[in-house]
């Protein structure tokens, strides 16, 4: 996998800023066509029509739209344009990820699709155009991203806003969506300008403002540094102890990494010293009261953001655990999210990319296949939503459906567990 090189990285920088614009004034158009701002609906609307716009209501004051301040019945639907705009651009770009990755299913055939192949079938199921397509397909692979039972997703934007955001997706090189990286600068430049009027207002940050100027994206190199010397450190140990006649015969730095690689994992940030009495150790230390196998590891970032550390966490992982328990690629990706994992975040935009990067992630090494249930959960809470955890917003998994409250309960009980069982590797 390579890195966005940065004639591409300005690119996608330009297109998030122009989708987010063309995104939010559709979607403001759109849901001002459903009268939610409205204390009434309109005359014209059939019963579907009605009980979309009660739901979306609903949804708005979940999110922290409240009623207006001047006129008596009418809603403020600030929070819920933004998740509407947020969700119709990353269901194309998340399609166009799979698309070019291969990973495109066909839900009724179970094989990859192409674009063409998309355009094709739109006539058969009765949809617009490819992209539309594209997006079913995608949000029939990510349940928990794109959940069916979210109001928001029955929204359809104006024909000439939809039309802007696929020529924006569409006019993205091919390499954008095969970078390791590009996922996780995708949410920093959704929020480019919002964060420059975050910081030019020079007001007091809030729920509002926080995820706008937080959530910057951690390059690969600072990524690399810090896990190749904790759990590159945490392996190096092991293996050195085991075989210290492994050492005996180098006499760099580099030569020891390359003894102590893993396939596909180089280490190539893991730092060694010489001791006095002549041997080498890795320079962070052996983290001796750590767990003796990868399998029993609890790797926790409570800050995910869009899960750049768990990805690189993941990688390092499988490799170590098909080494230890001989294990094939898509055992050990699959035993890696459902036991070493875990990951906790404030904003539930940050928890959908993430829980779709560590999914891209698994799917590019092991192939598309069924996941198990992701310990990945966002912990906050809109503005103005009720305390407890029935207010969270989870994404759990690809196939069991948890609710909020459940999910919580259980991520609380393995943070209080995990003192027990050992320090945990925390990012």
């Not at 943070?415 to 990012?427: D, H, N, W, Y």
Request: hydrophobic share 40%; glycine share 6%; net charge negative.
């Amino acid at each position: 996998m390579s890195i966005l090189p940065t004639a591409l990285r300005r690119q996608l920088e330009r297109t998030a800023v122009d989708a987010r614009k063309v995104a939010d004034a559709g979607a403001r158009k759109a849901l001002e066509g459903l009268a939610v701002h409205e204390p009434d609906p309109y005359r014209y609307m059939d019963s579907m029509q009605r009980e979309l716009r009660r739901k979306l209501r609903v949804q708005a004051r979940q999110l922290g739209d409240g009623e207006s301040r001047t006129r008596r019945g009418a809603y403020e639907i600030n929070h819920l344009v933004e998740k509407l705009a947020y969700d119709q651009w990353h269901r194309l770009l998340f399609a166009r990820f799979l698309l070019e990755n291969n990973l495109l299913i066909s839900p009724e055939h179970g094989v990859s699709v192409s674009l063409n192949d998309c355009e094709e079938l739109a006539q058969t199921l009765g949809l617009r155009d490819a992209w539309a397509v594209a997006a079913r397909f995608a949000a029939v692979e990510l349940p928990e991203i794109f959940r069916a039972d979210d109001p928001a997703s029955a929204v359809e934007l104006p024909m000439e806003d939809r039309k802007g955001l696929k020529q924006l997706v569409s006019s993205l090189q091919a390499e954008v969506f095969t970078a390791n990286d590009s996922l996780g600068w995708c949410y920093q430049f959704w929020q480019t300008e919002r964060k420059d009027e975050v910081n030019a207002a020079g007001s007091k940050i809030g729920a509002d403002e926080l995820p706008a100027v937080t959530q910057l994206f951690t390059e690969d190199y600072m990524v690399d540094f810090l896990l190749d010397n904790t759990l590159g450190a945490w392996h190096a140990g092991k293996v050195l102890a085991a075989d210290p006649s492994v050492a005996n015969n180098v006499t760099t730095e580099g030569e020891l990494r390359n003894a102590v690689a893993l396939p596909g994992c180089a280490w190539k940030y893991l730092r060694f010293t010489v001791g006095k009495d002549g041997k080498w150790t890795p320079a962070a230390g052996t983290f001796d009261g750590w767990p003796k196998l990868a399998k029993q590891l609890k790797c926790l970032d409570p800050c995910m953001g869009s899960g750049h550390f768990v990805v690189a966490m993941f990688e390092r992982l499988v490799a170590m655990r098909i080494l230890e328990e001989t294990l094939d690629e898509v055992a050990a990706a699959a035993a890696v999210i459902r036991e070493n994992l875990f990951g906790l975040e404030i904003d539930p935009r940050c928890t959908q990319i993430a829980a779709f990067n560590l999914a891209l992630a698994a799917w590019r090494r092991a192939g598309q296949c069924k996941l198990p249930p992701m310990n990945l959960a966002c912990s906050g809470l809109a503005p103005n939503a009720r305390t407890g955890c029935d207010s969270l917003a989870v994404t759990t998994d690809y196939g069991e459906a948890w609710n909020d409250s459940t999910h919580c309960s259980r991520m609380h009980q393995y943070l209080a567990a995990s003192s027990i069982r050992g320090p945990p590797v925390v990012t």
